[in-house]
């Protein structure tokens, strides 16, 4: 492939409409033109390097252009590159399918794909309304989310999303959902414990679902941290009470570790933090290493019993095109390896830890609020306490980021770490550096 031409960020404002942008912004706010990356690095098309802290919006796991990936995709092109998932099966599919499920000891047997993680949420819920349809409980129809959690942007993740600059615009286009308290730590009195918050919130949930359990058919969340609501991070007790609840009502419990599973909160899955299994897993980003586009549903076998007859109305009849595709599946497969082969999950125990002690210093920076941790997960708040600031934090720091060699995008006032599972001592000190250096950068303009 040939390098980028000089004009490319003219040619891109001018063909490509950027997600998640305000495309006006970038009158003044340039793109960043990338032109290769290779382990922890993205490279510029003038070759400047910037170490990728949010590994992409969080799916590259073990760094770019990985050997054994690329070597597992190439294999997989010389063989199969496509076909339907309807009426065919193929290899890569159903050793992904049988794996996923090991992971999860068996409860969680059968795997729904699909290619993104809003398309997995909308297949959980049509999933969850659908079971009980088919049980003749068509009045459970209702779902329930988190304060404050995000599931994607389709319609029906939409409706089960609580973050108002993706919803509000959106509002007269959605179902309704009920809405619960977020167990978020930071909500803490003086005195209470996050297991104490996810007490308080957990009595919300109990009062809605005795009151209208018949009516509900879910409720989905994001286990361990709401990650696009601003690394809102919560005790596992919150997930065990959910699932009591769960269970005493006959209520699904959706978890959607799109952005919190493989690894990133600690454990494979952060929901084994609270000993329980959920009746759907959605999974997605990180699952293929940041190479293909690929997301999944795990049911349990009560679920999937559900739809196992003679008619074809009872059958779940979603669908889409790459469903299954083999090279996103041997991508997910070799991932899947190098958490083998590496023992990522100690091995990030220890990395992370270090991280953690770089930005030690940020607990007592007067501006720094809630500097927490879960698993291979780093955030903080910036308050600015004593200053008026100026508008667009975000993008501010953002660019003072670049500038000292990294690649880090606030959410709000939230900064985050979740770099890819790969680095050493060396990078580590550099992320570190370059987070402080942009932040008082941001607070010093």
Same mark, same amino acid.
């Given at each position: 492939?040939?390098?980028?031409?000089?004009?490319?960020?003219?040619?891109?404002?001018?063909?490509?409409?950027?997600?998640?942008? &305000?495309?006006?912004?970038?009158?003044?706010?340039?793109?960043?033109?990338?032109?290769?990356?290779?382990?922890?690095?993205?490279?510029?098309?003038?070759?400047?390097?910037?170490?990728?802290?949010?590994?992409?919006?969080?799916?590259?796991?073990?760094?770019?252009?990985?050997?054994?990936?690329?070597?597992?995709?190439?294999? &997989?092109?010389?063989?199969?590159?496509?076909?339907?998932?309807?009426?065919?099966?193929?290899?890569?599919?159903?050793?992904?399918?049988?794996?996923?499920?090991?992971?999860?000891?068996?409860?969680?047997?059968?795997?729904?794909?699909?290619?993104?993680?809003?398309?997995?949420?909308?297949?959980?819920?049509?999933?969850?309304?659908?079971?009980?349809?088919?049980?003749?409980?068509?009045?459970?129809?209702?779902?329930?989310?988190?304060?404050?959690?995000?599931?994607?942007?389709?319609?029906?993740?939409?409706?089960?999303?609580?973050?108002?600059?993706?919803?509000?615009?959106?509002?007269?286009?959605?179902?309704?959902?009920?809405?619960?308290?977020?167990?978020?730590?930071?909500?803490?009195?003086?005195?209470?414990?996050?297991?104490?918050?996810?007490?308080?919130?957990?009595?919300?949930?109990?009062?809605?679902?005795?009151?209208?359990?018949?009516?509900?058919?879910?409720?989905?969340?994001?286990?361990?941290?709401?990650?696009?609501?601003?690394?809102?991070?919560?005790?596992?007790?919150?997930?065990?009470?959910?699932?009591?609840?769960?269970?005493?009502?006959?209520?699904?419990?959706?978890?959607?570790?799109?952005?919190?599973?493989?690894?990133?909160?600690?454990?494979?899955?952060?929901?084994?933090?609270?000993?329980?299994?959920?009746?759907?897993?959605?999974?997605?980003?990180?699952?293929?290493?940041?190479?293909?586009?690929?997301?999944?549903?795990?049911?349990?076998?009560?679920?999937?019993?559900?739809?196992?007859?003679?008619?074809?109305?009872?059958?779940?009849?979603?669908?889409?095109?790459?469903?299954?595709?083999?090279?996103?599946?041997?991508?997910?497969?070799?991932?899947?390896?190098?958490?083998?082969?590496?023992?990522?999950?100690?091995?990030?125990?220890?990395?992370?830890?270090?991280?953690?002690?770089?930005?030690?210093?940020?607990?007592?920076?007067?501006?720094?609020?809630?500097?927490?941790?879960?698993?291979?997960?780093?955030?903080?708040?910036?308050?600015?306490?004593?200053?008026?600031?100026?508008?667009?934090?975000? &993008?501010?720091?953002?660019?003072?980021?670049?500038?000292?060699?990294?690649?880090?995008?606030?959410?709000?006032?939230?900064?985050?770490?979740?770099?890819?599972?790969?680095?050493?001592?060396?990078?580590?000190?550099?992320?570190?550096?370059?987070?402080?250096?942009?932040?008082?950068?941001?607070?010093?303009?």
């Amino acid at each position: 492939m040939q390098a980028p031409s000089p004009d490319l960020v003219t040619r891109s404002l001018s063909a490509v409409w950027h997600p998640c942008t &305000q495309m006006k912004h970038h009158e003044r706010i340039p793109l960043l033109p990338i032109a290769r990356a290779r382990g922890a690095y993205l490279y510029d098309a003038a070759g400047r390097r910037y170490l990728d802290g949010i590994s992409s919006w969080w799916v590259n796991l073990f760094g770019h252009a990985h050997p054994d990936i690329n070597a597992a995709v190439a294999d &997989q092109l010389g063989t199969l590159a496509h076909v339907m998932l309807a009426g065919c099966t193929h290899e890569p599919a159903v050793m992904l399918a049988e794996r996923l499920s090991a992971l999860t000891g068996g409860t969680l047997g059968h795997a729904f794909f699909a290619s993104d993680g809003a398309s997995a949420v909308e297949i959980a819920l049509k999933m969850s309304f659908h079971f009980w349809r088919n049980h003749g409980h068509a009045a459970k129809r209702d779902f329930v989310c988190i304060d404050n959690g995000y599931h994607g942007e389709t319609l029906g993740a939409l409706a089960v999303t609580d973050v108002a600059l993706f919803r509000d615009a959106y509002g007269p286009l959605l179902r309704h959902a009920h809405r619960v308290p977020s167990p978020d730590a930071r909500l803490a009195a003086p005195g209470e414990s996050a297991a104490d918050v996810a007490a308080r919130a957990l009595a919300e949930v109990a009062r809605l679902f005795e009151a209208r359990a018949t009516h509900i058919a879910a409720i989905i969340v994001e286990p361990l941290v709401q990650c696009a609501g601003g690394m809102a991070m919560h005790d596992p007790s919150y997930l065990r009470g959910l699932r009591e609840l769960c269970d005493r009502h006959g209520v699904h419990l959706v978890a959607d570790e799109i952005a919190v599973g493989f690894g990133r909160t600690g454990t494979f899955f952060a929901h084994e933090q609270a000993g329980i299994r959920p009746d759907f897993l959605c999974l997605s980003k990180g699952i293929s290493g940041g190479y293909l586009p690929l997301s999944v549903v795990l049911s349990t076998d009560a679920i999937h019993d559900a739809f196992y007859a003679d008619e074809i109305a009872r059958g779940f009849l979603h669908s889409h095109s790459y469903t299954g595709n083999p090279l996103a599946c041997r991508a997910a497969l070799a991932t899947l390896d190098l958490f083998v082969r590496t023992d990522a999950i100690a091995r990030n125990r220890v990395r992370f830890d270090a991280l953690e002690r770089a930005l030690g210093n940020l607990a007592s920076h007067p501006d720094v609020a809630h500097l927490r941790r879960r698993g291979a997960i780093l955030a903080f708040d910036v308050a600015e306490r004593g200053r008026p600031g100026q508008g667009g934090f975000a &993008q501010r720091y953002a660019r003072h980021a670049l500038a000292a060699g990294a690649l880090l995008r606030p959410i709000g006032r939230t900064v985050y770490l979740m770099p890819p599972y790969i680095l050493d001592d060396e990078q580590i000190v550099q992320l570190a550096s370059a987070t402080i250096a942009a932040l008082e950068k941001t607070l010093s303009e």
